[in-house]
């Protein structure tokens, strides 16, 4: 098992990363924390493969456990299934001393910090993700949030954890699509900070699972938002880099309709149109771009999108949140590693960008006919 520190102004969580630790890693925070009362939030699918699993464990442990199940898939994530979780608290008389705990993908993670953050002006809540992708993306980082239908994530509050416990076993039962989904934020944080995670990347494969490779990559991964994070808690700079590839990817997730692409996918594909644009706006040589393109186009779905022109496209950039003065601040690579922000980039240089990327990459992005 690897442990890493997050350290915050006056405050610190730890995030720990191995195999079949739960457990007793989950049982030892919250007794050094004296909690009495915890509520596990989790989704309907989660509960038919584990039913009960956390809340039972703890229960034996001697907490006082309940299990609060919401419906599975991003198109849940909205403020009216968020109510359901507020509902369950009261209905169990939460107060400011109860627990909770995330047990799920990063619909889960980001709706249960979502209401641990507003719920009675902010409760304790840990992190149990399940998927790769909130392992490396959702779980470190205290961003939650719901999606509105005009935009992904744009109701939210910043809410820390109290702990992250990311145990492997549980990616065992996720589908390779999942895996692959996850695999995208990995090699996020190597292409924006951290060549050599990338390459690491690129000597293994998802199938069979490794998981002496995954914990190693999932670690780096993590340290990486680690050390953005301590630097920029709130995304006032530095943080906003682990944007890139985010600009496409939400304007996928919100034009195609929630659930019909997962976040990683999506934001695949944005990764491949910022290095397309990093290349072709002369930031990025003829070498690293095409062993960017190599890496992800095998690992893509073939996105099609509805129909889309420049005024729709204006429109879905201009709701996201990296957004300012009508243009996007856009994340662009310049080497292996290393990023930046193009503030202001303007929305008609990006459209321009996304005909030409549409051309260049048809099995990766098309507009339906």
């Not at 309940?66 to 009216?80: M, N, R, S, W, Y």
């Not at 109701?155 to 820390?160: A, M, R, T």
Request: hydrophobic share 40%; aromatic share 10%; net charge negative.
């Amino acid at each position: 098992m690897q442990e890493l520190t997050v350290n915050l102004p006056g405050r610190s969580y730890q995030i720990t990363i191995g195999t079949n630790h739960w457990s007793a890693s989950l049982t030892k925070i919250l007794q050094e924390r004296n909690a009495r009362q915890v509520v596990v939030v989790t989704n309907d699918a989660l509960q038919r493969l584990y039913p009960d699993l956390l809340a039972t464990e703890l229960q034996q442990n001697g907490f006082e456990t309940a299990t609060c199940v919401i419906p599975d898939g991003e198109q849940h994530k909205t403020l009216a299934d968020l109510t359901s979780i507020y509902d369950f608290l009261l209905e169990r008389s939460a107060n400011r001393k109860t627990w909770l705990i995330a047990f799920g993908g990063g619909v889960i993670g980001d709706m249960t910090g979502f209401a641990a953050g507003t719920f009675m002006r902010g409760i304790p809540f840990v992190q149990v993700p399940t998927t790769l992708l909130a392992n490396v993306d959702s779980s470190v980082g205290g961003k939650t949030a719901v999606n509105h239908p005009l935009g992904k994530n744009m109701i939210g509050v910043f809410k820390q954890p109290e702990y992250v416990c990311i145990d492997l076993e549980f990616l065992k039962t996720l589908p390779i699509r999942e895996l692959r989904a996850g695999y995208f934020e990995l090699a996020k944080h190597g292409l924006i900070h951290d060549r050599s995670l990338f390459e690491f990347l690129q000597q293994q494969t998802l199938e069979p699972l490794d998981f002496e490779f995954l914990e190693e990559a999932v670690t780096r991964s993590c340290d990486v938002k680690r050390r953005v994070v301590e630097e920029d808690e709130h995304e006032t700079g530095l943080r906003a880099t682990l944007n890139f590839g985010h600009t496409l990817g939400h304007l996928i997730e919100t034009h195609a309709g929630y659930g019909q692409w997962l976040h990683g996918e999506a934001v695949g594909t944005g990764m491949l149109f910022a290095t397309y644009v990093s290349w072709q706006e002369g930031h990025l040589t003829e070498e690293n771009y095409q062993r960017i393109r190599d890496f992800l186009l095998p690992l893509l779905p073939e996105v099609t999108l509805p129909q889309l022109d420049a005024m729709a496209f204006r429109a879905l950039l201009l709701h996201d949140k990296k957004a300012e003065n009508q243009a996007v601040n856009f994340i662009l690579l310049r080497s292996l590693g290393e990023c930046f922000i193009q503030r202001q980039m303007s929305v008609e240089t990006l459209w321009e960008h996304f005909g030409r990327f549409l051309e260049t990459f048809p099995r990766a992005c098309r507009l339906a006919a």
